[in-house]
């Protein structure tokens, strides 16, 4: 009960910063914006802004993983802040700045999966929306399969599938990812084709998908 109090109540916060944060931005008080989100940060995640722009997600996940309560829903708040600096820095015309931040928030929510599978599912579906940000710049392959990963978890198969063939191209059809397309192409098999059909990829595709990959791997 007590931590889905605190859930809650970051839930709450998290909505009212988006509110006013994005109202600052239309307004042009960019600096205030700022510091209502490392307002936010130092106050739920514990670090700013500054530490943040220092450092790599690996070292700002020890930082946050020091602590043993709550660590998904700070890396919820992380990511839904970082999402907002990424905002303003596509605002402000700073693509490596809105780059950075919106690969931190991708980053961000994806720990916050793997450490609770029952967070709320909005919060997929805002790093879907990070995804859709990042898709046409070069990053790293570990962000790949992340964006394939939350993809599939936000039911748009057909951008799983893009993705797992961008990545194929880009891994010379790495066995190991042609392996994890094939679990990719079975779990939706065992899904209803009605949902199939909303994911933009009906049990043909499916099961073409899965022939393909076998195909590469001289099946």
């Known amino acids: 009960m007590i931590k889905n109090d605190y ?21 042009g008080d960019i600096g205030e914006a700022k510091e209502k989100i490392n307002k936010k940060l ?31 829903e700070k890396f919820i708040a992380f990511g839904s802040l970082m999402k907002l600096q990424g905002l303003i820095g596509d605002k402000e015309n700073n693509e490596s700045a809105k780059i950075q931040y919106y690969e931190k928030s991708l ?3 994806y720990k916050a999966y793997t450490e609770d599978d029952e967070i709320n599912e909005k919060y997929l579906y805002e790093a879907a929306e990070v995804a859709d940000e990042l898709i046409n710049y070069e990053l790293s ?5 992340k964006i394939f990963r939350i ?40 899904k209803d084709y009605d949902e199939l059909a909303e994911g933009n990829l009906p049990i043909e595709e499916v099961e073409d998908g899965i022939l393909e990959l076998e195909r590469r791997l001289g099946l």
């Open 151 to 190: 993809y599939e978890l936000t039911n748009r198969f057909d951008r799983a599938e893009d993705t797992l063939f961008y990545i194929l191209r880009k891994t010379d059809n790495d066995g190991s990812i042609i392996l994890e397309g094939i679990k990719f192409y079975n779990r939706l098999k065992e």
């Open 7 to 27: 859930m809650k109540e970051i839930e709450n916060t998290l909505t009212l910063t988006n509110e006013e944060v994005r109202k600052d931005i239309v307004n």
């Open 141 to 145: 392959l570990d962000l790949d399969k």
């Open 42 to 72: 130092k106050a739920i995640v514990g670090i700013d802004i500054g530490t943040i722009d220092i450092f790599s997600f690996s070292s700002i996940e020890s930082f946050i993983g020091k602590e043993t309560h709550y660590n998904a």
């Open 107 to 109: 980053e961000g929510f």
